[in-house]
Structure formats: structure tokens, C-alpha cells
């Protein structure tokens, strides 16, 4: 089945054929604007050209069978991967007020590809919906809700898509040896916004991540966890408003704060260059803190995995990892596994289309 | 040497008198409604030996406060302090040791103000008004961040452009230090070890404020608490972590109105924020526990705020790999036990097994609730701010000519002098 997958972001739109049988890509690239309607239009257009060259070089283009989009925040409300039906459209309005910056432009990007592939039906699979059951407990803030403006505020995942696949072929490797017992997996996605989730079989107990993705490890350029003061101490000190400061906590901190130049986690972990020091030190820290709550909420760990596109950071930064908490554990606890879950977001979703156009209940209302 | 120490509270200034080294207290006493004059009358509630006092008199701010112990005390020669101690929160980078008050110091003093703006001032009036009326009588200050002063980078630093870091000294300072170190040596001489090789989690768990400490050979190595005391645990009223963007959408729904926000997450937030009815913990348990239909809401604040518990705990026994001892103090540390249990339950991982029994009967302290088997001691420690900053001005002013000093120390006067009068324009009334 050839898959198109196409991920929008806030400022591009990631596109990538994956056809039947093959490891590669037929054809990927991204397009810049792609949020309103217009623009989705063009953007696509563009796709279109770009998997028209492709196929000028090879033998034909393949038509895409399912268009897998992929989408950062489905709320509450998107639990598992859907097949795009009139009803969605309603379903994605309601989500507006809590992700007024997303929800738009995937709606106008959903319409758009309705009619630049007509018929080709569309899978809809969101990052949060691996983490829209997460326990209260874990995904409440202490703050009266009323007060936030935003009642239905709460701690979400932004890596849910590699979370489970990686968290899946984990039970598979176990049930092979005969362990059926719901695994106990700390499940570190490393990309440009790490993130740590704590999983015990296929349900999430915590997540590094809150109410954005701003929240939780540092990322790339966004700063992570902060005192709640400094925000206020910036806007005190800076005379900044909130998207001044927002623009900094997002876009100029993070391992780029730390280090002073734009990096990746393998220059981080993989160079010993002197001006990578602190923030190799500090994101070390940070995991491993993250790894201790993530054992205290599944009562011990068997194995840690990891994705995302710097997952090969995981064979250096996993042992450590494992040294560190092996020593925190008492005797008689199981060795821990370290695994590296190498397959690309872009199969992931490719599959999960997949498998959504062959299931039974494929709703066509 | 009889120290005075006073703590001073927002509205209040408590104070304890003991004679040290034999760790004798004389009196003790709290003064209540400091302020402007309210429906009732500022009052001192005191203590001399068993017999109990009060006496009601006008206390418009701390300085008066002070005055007014002070001329209390005098009263009775037996109880004219040698030294007084302080007891102030914020440090900065600058303070990682108890210090001898003087003008130098107070003109350094002045510089944090920013970093503690509703903690130190009070402190401060009253070292002023001190250092005014009793030149010669020595003065302390004892820092809630000095303990941390040796948490390493990795776990001090925000990840923030390089100026914000260095320029606006955004960093974790860490609080509640002089609790935790006394309760961290309290435990050590409990078990017998030497505060040098003692690794511990130590929970300070107030009904007001609560942080968790990681210990590692007798220093902290991190702590719950920031750049401010708001981060971390869920407190009573404050709100602990929160992700910065809800931050910043209160921010832009308040027009930034930066004092509101602050006031919203400093004084409603919390156990408060998540029950919507009592900002004491021990009500929420209670009432869970009560017979009746069950609080859903009531419920959920209960699970929230022992999981947050729970994720440090769990965070920082990883960092000290395996401790001697989890160490449980202050108003819901010592006396709840279902808090304990929330925390150490299915922690056997860590090698933590408490003793439920032994839980729920703590009658004396320092008490050990681990099972026997347990290979992590869980304790129960009474916390003393007071005889610990006792303690310290004792050591700091007693290590007199013993101690090695450098020509930068010896070229400061070790008793109090009148302060210049630049110093002076920062004493709030």
C-alpha cells in the first residue's frame, strides 16, 4: 500500500510517499507555509510537483492509497488514529479553543488534500492520543482550572506516535521469550523536544511533558522545565510581554541556550567539545531524573527504549542510564534492556494508515 | 553563650532563647498581628520555663516587634542575650555559610532584595533595628539557600540563553536548607554514621511549604524548590511545577499584570487550587477517609498531591543511588502518617519497606518506620529551625580565634558597629 504522510508543523509542512515494500521513501521533502487555505493549496500543489519529478527519474508515480496526517494535538477528544469522516470536521472545530494555533491550519491542510486527492481516503493520527487516558493524578496541575482560563487544561505527550510503536515491539520481543507480564518501560523519544514517558504495558503513567510541549526536558531551543518565578522575574526585569518572552522560552533556549550555537544531541553526546559540556551534563541530569519518577510510578523498570530521530544517541546515553539506576536498585532486580527503537515516525505512520484501511470497522459515515 | 534566634513570619516573629552549647532553652514566645493595628491587638504569647504569658501591645511592623521582645527579655537579667541569630531565606550566591552581621554585609544584604522580595525585608528590619539599638550585642544571619550552595551545575541550571543565566543569576537556589541539614544530621547521628558518608532524601514537608533534598556525603546535591519557592511539591497554597506557557497565558489574560499572577500562583494554587475548599492536606485526608459519599474533587487532590511526592522521591533516590536513609520532618512529615505511607508504598524497588505499625505508632522521635528487613531506613526526625540556627551562630561566633582566617575576613569587624548611614535608607518601616 503506498502511504503519503504528511506532517504539519508550525511553520512547514513535512511530506513523505512511502510505498509498498520498501524501506526508503519513494519521494520527502517539506514545503514552507502551509496554514491557511490558500497557502494549503499551494503547499500541496508543490507535493504534488515534487512527487512528479521523483517519478520522472524512477518508473511512474504512485498513486497514494491513504494519506496518513499526522497532528500534534488532538485533546481529549482523539483517543486513536481515525479515519477522516464528515463528523471530523465538528470533532476538530471543538478542539479550536484549546489549540487555537493548531487546529486551523490542519483543518484548512485536511480540506485541501480532499481535494488535490479526491477519494484517496485520510488517516489522522495524533501525537497526544497515546496519552489521552493518563492517569489524573499525573495529568492534573495544582491550579484551580477555573483560574487558568482554560478549564480543560491538563499534562498531555507530544511523542505519542513512536511512544507506543516503540512500547509495542517491546511486548512483541517479550512475548517471544515467553515474559507476559506488562512490561514496565521507560520510553525516551529523542528529537528536537525529548521526552520521557513512563509506560506500564500500553498505558502511559507520566510524561515529561505538560499543557504544551514546552514543558518537561529541554529541547532543542526551548528552555523545559522552569520555576514558575522566572517567567514572572522576566517580565519584571525585561519589561517583556508574553510573547516576547514565549519567543525566548521557545526559540532561543534549550540546548541552544546552553551551548550557544545551534546543536543536535549527537554533537552533545557524541563530541567532547568543551562548550557541549554544560548542556550535556544538565540533559544527562535531567533524564535521569526523569527515569527515577518514571520508576517510582511503575513500581521498577525492565527495559528502556529508545526513538525519534537521534534514537542512536540511546547505545552512549542508555548504558549510562542503566548504570545509574541499576545502582539505585536494590538486589535481585531483573537486568534492565536497553533498546533502540529505530524505525522513522514517517513508517510508523505509514503503517498505522495502513492498518486502519484494513480494519473491519472503518467507519464511513 | 545565650543566642537569641528569631524567625520571622509575614505577620509574626518568633523567637527562642538558648543557651548553647548545652542546648537549654530559657524562653520562647511568638509575637502575633505584627502590622498596622488590626480589629485585635498585636500580642506576644511567651514561655518562660513552664509557666505561660501574653501580653498585648502595639507591634506596627517587625522593628517594634523586635523592641518590644527585646525589652521583655531585659527584664530579666538571667535572660539577657549574648548573640542573636537570624533566620533569612534567601542568600543568593553570596552567602553559603552563616555570616556575622555588619555594614558591609547589610549593603550586600540589600542587593538580593530583588531575589527575595516577600522573604528577606522583614528579616532585614530587624537586623537594622538591632544593629541600632544594641551595637554591641553580635548578630547571625543563617541562610535557607546556603545548604544548597553545592548542588552541582547539572541540576542548578535552566536551560536559558547564557545571559539570562549569568546576567539575571537565574539559577536553582534551593530553600528550607537549614532544615534540611539538621535533619540530615540528626538522622546521621541516629544511625550511627558519619555526616561526611551520609546519603539521604531528606522530605520537609510543612503544612505552609514542602521540599524534597537529595544528600549526597552530607551535602545537598538538589532540591525541589528554584530560583523561587514555588517550584516543585504541590503546597498548600503555592502551585509547584507548572508548564511556563500556562505562565504566560495568565500572563497575556491579565493584561501582564505580573503582581496578580504571582499572588494567584503564591496564595491559591495548590491543595487549595485542587480541592477548592481547604488549603490543609490533613483536611483533605480526612475528609477522603470520613464516612459519607465520596469528594471526587477532594479525591483527586489527595492522589496529586502524593503522586508529585512520589515522582521526586522516586527522581532523586535515582540520583543518590542507594541512600542510608529517607528522612520525613516538619508539621505533615511528622505527624501524617498516611502521607508517608502514600510515598513509600511499592517502592520496594528502591529498597524501600515501610513498617505499617510502626507507621501509624510514631511516638518519640527520631523514629525508624522501616520494616527491619528494610535495606533504606525510613525516619521520622523532628525538625528544629531554631536550635539549628542557635547552633550555627553559636559555631560561627565561638570558631573566634581558633579559626584561620583570611586578610579579607580580618579586615571586618567581627562585632556589629552602628551601620553607615547608606545602609540604613533600606530598613523598612
Redesign the interface.
Known sequence: MNVLVLKPSRQKLEFSLLTQGSERSFCAGQVGDYRSEEASRTALEEVKGAIARAASANTGAPLPSVIAVRGVYGGAEFREPTLVSPNTFARLERLIPSAPLHIPPLLNLIRACQAAWLETPLALVFETSFFADLPAREHLYAIDPNLTGRPGVRRFGYHGILHAAACQQIARKRRALGMNAPARVLSICLEARPELAAVLGPNPLLVTSGATPLEGLPGQTACGELDPSIVLMLAQKKGWGAEQINDTLTRQSGWLGLVGRSTTLAEIFGSRRRECQLARDVLQYRLLLACGAGMAALGGVDAVVFSGRSAAVGVGLGLWLKQKIESAQTDGNAPITIEIFQESVDRVLADTAAALMLTPRRKSK | MKVLVFNCGSSSLKYRLLKMPEEVELTGGEAQRVGPPTAKPSVIFYQIGREKFTREVPMRDHAAAFEEVMKLLLESPELKPDAVGHRLVHGGTEFCDPTVVNGSVMTRLETLRDLAPLHNPPAMALMYACSQRYPDLPQVAVFDTAFHATI????R??????E?RED?G?R?YGFHGTSHQFVMEEAAAFLKKPVPSFNAVSCHLGSGGASLCAIVRGRSV?NT????P??GL??STR???????????????TQ?D?QR??A??NN???????S?STADIRDVLAQQTAPGTPNPRLE?TA??????L?????????????PDAVIFTDTIGETVPQVRWAMAS??????IRLDARRNDSVTHYPADVAADES?VRLLVVRTNEELAIARRTHQTLDRGPARAETPRERSQPRRAKTLPASAKKGARA
Do not use: H, N
Open positions: 552541582p551545575a547539572c541540576a541550571t535552566y536551560a536559558l540563553p547564557r539570562f539575571l537565574i536553582k538538589d524548590m528554584g530560583y523561587s514555588l517550584q504541590v503546597m502551585c509547584g511545577d507548572l508548564d511556563p506557557a500556562m505562565i504566560l497565558s495568565l500572563l497575556a489574560q501582564g505580573r499572577v504571582s494567584l500562583l491559591q494554587c495548590g491543595v487549595l487550587g485542587l477548592g483527586q492522589a496529586v498531591y502524593t503522586w508529585r512520589r515522582k521526586y522521591l522516586g527522581a532523586y533516590l535515582a540520583v543518590v543511588g542507594r511499592g517502592m520496594e524497588g528502591f529498597g535495606p
